[in-house]
């Protein structure tokens, strides 16, 4: 996959698991937010409170969730940090992590709270 096909990939993957959440009631608060300690794919508001989001799109779920690994955890959270620095209860914001899955078909598997 070139650079182009990749970024577009990558675009319809986010907006497959947009629409999954959206569908749950959360609302999309930022695509691809990038801050000092890194990129979060979608940020999501639902009733519970803010969800961070990373995306993973493969051929199977299998090898989408062996593409996330410990180092990408670590950045995310960083930036969480940083962007809920700006809500106003900061750190204390009610906040989960979640790995959304794609496969090539299109199809989306949420695995919720991947810090605890």
């Known amino acids: 996959m070139d650079g182009a096909t990749g970024y577009h990939a990558g675009l319809a993957a986010e907006d497959c698991v947009a629409r999954v959440y959206e569908a749950t009631g959360h609302r999309v608060r930022a695509r691809r937010w990038r801050g000092q300690g890194g990129e979060i794919d979608l940020i ?58 794609v496969d090539v078909h299109g199809r989306t598997r949420l695995v919720e709270n991947i810090l605890h």
């Open 44 to 101: 999501l508001e639902g009733a519970g409170g803010l969800v961070f989001v990373e995306v993973k799109k493969s051929r199977s779920f299998d090898r989408a969730a062996e593409r996330f690994s410990d180092r990408q955890m670590c950045r995310i959270f960083a930036a969480a940090s940083e962007f809920v620095a700006g809500e106003p209860l900061q750190m204390d914001t009610p906040m989960r992590f979640d790995l959304a899955l």
